[in-house]
């Protein structure tokens, strides 16, 4: 996996994944930036939710779950000293469907947590606090 990241001024900067993919990022003004775009560590926060958010969907459908929406909903603390990384994580999923098994989507949720999402399991593995809850939102008919 590889990416380019070209400063672009002041503390602008764009993004360019692998795969051909471009995000621009930027810094607060009282930084030097021009709110232009996200924070690099808000990249890494939405990262993680994407992250996670994939697998949960990815294993509900497995399961042959009626699954039509999945939010993730991330709050992230920081500490207050540099450097400031992330020191507590946590993870909302709000899951909706008609008929949406808990045990399948509690499963789902932390086989996200505890196997298959890297971005997750590396941040724990760092040090930072992660939890996870969900709510499921069953939708009419």
């Known amino acids: 996996m590889k990416a380019r990241i070209q400063w672009a001024g002041e503390a602008l900067f764009l993004g360019e994944s692998g795969s051909g993919h471009a995000v621009v990022m930027d810094g607060p003004p009282e930084s030097g930036g021009r709110n232009l775009g996200v924070r690099p560590m808000e990249m890494l926060l939405i990262g993680l939710g994407g992250c996670t958010n994939f697998d949960v969907v990815s294993i509900l459908k497995k399961s042959r ?45 932390e086989l996200s947590a505890e196997k298959y999402c890297s971005a997750s399991i590396m941040l724990g593995r760092a040090g930072v606090e992660i939890t996870h809850d969900y709510e499921i939102v069953e939708l009419g008919a």
Request: glycine residues 4%; contains cysteine; proline residues 4%.
């Open 65 to 109: 779950q009626p699954i039509e929406s999945c939010e993730a909903f991330l709050e992230a603390e920081r500490a207050s000293e540099d450097p400031k990384v992330f020191t507590k994580i946590h993870v909302h999923f709000v899951v909706k469907g008609r008929g949406l098994k808990e045990a399948q989507v509690k499963r789902a949720v």
